[in-house]
């Protein structure tokens, strides 16, 4: 579990802070979901333990990260589950 916090700048010039945690595709389609809304995200990060990392707003685009994920971490386990070979010198 992560730790999201998001930084939006609402329609009246007010600067609102959120903060949520949750699995890391269910943050990610969350930050989504803030950047389809009217007010503008002004920045975002990921917390984890004690390191904090800023998002790339422009990574995000709506579309649901889930099936993405899920893809990518059959791919690396598929790669781990592999054989080893012996490059011959």
């Known amino acids: 579990m992560i730790t999201i ?3 939006c700048l609402t329609d009246t010039g007010q600067v609102r802070h959120f903060m949520f ?3 890391l595709e ?3 389609d969350q930050l989504n979901y803030f950047l389809s809304q ?3 995200v ?3 990060h990921l917390l984890d333990q004690k390191q904090r990392l800023e998002l790339p707003l422009e990574a995000f685009d ?3 990260f889930e099936l ?3 893809s990518l ?3 690396w386990e598929a790669v781990l589950r592999g054989p080893v070979r012996a490059h011959p010198e």
Do not use: C, N, R
């Open 68 to 70: 993405p994920l899920a």
């Open 26 to 28: 269910v943050a990610f």
């Open 62 to 64: 709506g579309q649901a």
């Open 21 to 23: 945690s949750a699995d």
């Open 5 to 7: 916090t998001i930084e």
């Open 38 to 40: 009217e007010d503008q």
């Open 42 to 44: 002004l920045s975002a």
């Open 73 to 75: 971490k059959q791919q």
